[in-house]
């Protein structure tokens, strides 16, 4: 009686845990998109060089984390901010480019992007099955897609931008699941910033994918 009593505690700890990782996550998610939100507002006028020095400034944060993770949590959620903010800076020319040309496309790409997200998500959440090994898939994939943006630089293919965005966007439903199911199956809660990282950048790409999407319907 004794051990079974301890056992049910001990599972409603474990749960108290994961609920209190994925509130802490997702809250970081938020303030992340939040930063991002305001990094491409203040950048909106920004040039394109100024958007890459912003952007390899935000991915020396990411790699900054993982260093600053071992000594002070402070930090870690630090640089996770200054992520956001940057990245926003640094993707703000190409959104003030798409509003330009048309600012519907901005609205759709963020609807279809919380769908997207919420659908995937729950998905990963609530599957049993490890995605584990689906992980190592789209990460290739991840670079072979990246090779095919490489190509369609040089390459004049008809359709071509359009099948990187669908591709695109198969292969971040995949990171996506991943993602959120780490989020259940984690335990330690000082992994919540990094599982925000990383929810928030499928969240990102997402939005840019969907977003040549819908602005490439009215060439």
Do not use: E, K
Not at 7 to 21: D, I, N
Request: hydrophobic share 60%; glycine share 10%.
């Amino acid at each position: 009686m004794t051990d079974s009593l301890t056992y049910r505690r001990m599972g409603t700890a474990a749960r108290g845990q994961a609920h209190t990782l994925f509130a802490q996550t997702m809250a970081y998610v938020a303030a992340t998109a939040a930063l991002f939100a305001l990094g491409a507002w203040l950048g909106r006028n920004l040039n394109g060089v100024v958007g890459i020095i912003a952007f390899i400034a935000a991915f020396a944060c990411l790699i900054g984390m993982r260093f600053a993770a071992r000594s002070s949590q402070q930090l870690t959620i630090g640089l996770l901010a200054a992520f956001g903010l940057l990245i926003g800076l640094a993707v703000a020319p190409t959104i003030a480019y798409y509003g330009s040309m048309d600012p519907t496309a901005l609205w759709q790409a963020g609807g279809a992007t919380a769908l997207f997200i919420a659908g995937f998500g729950a998905a990963g959440y609530a599957t049993r099955r490890d995605l584990a090994p689906l992980a190592r898939v789209l990460f290739w994939a991840l670079v072979a897609l990246i090779v095919f943006g490489i190509v369609l630089i040089f390459v004049n293919i008809p359709g071509g931008a359009l099948v990187y965005s669908v591709l695109g966007l198969v292969i971040f439903a995949g990171f996506t699941m991943f993602d959120f199911q780490r989020l259940r199956t984690s335990t330690d809660i000082n992994s919540a910033p990094f599982l925000a990282a990383s929810i928030f950048l499928d969240i990102l790409n997402v939005f840019l994918f969907f977003l040549q999407i819908f602005s490439g319907q009215r060439d």
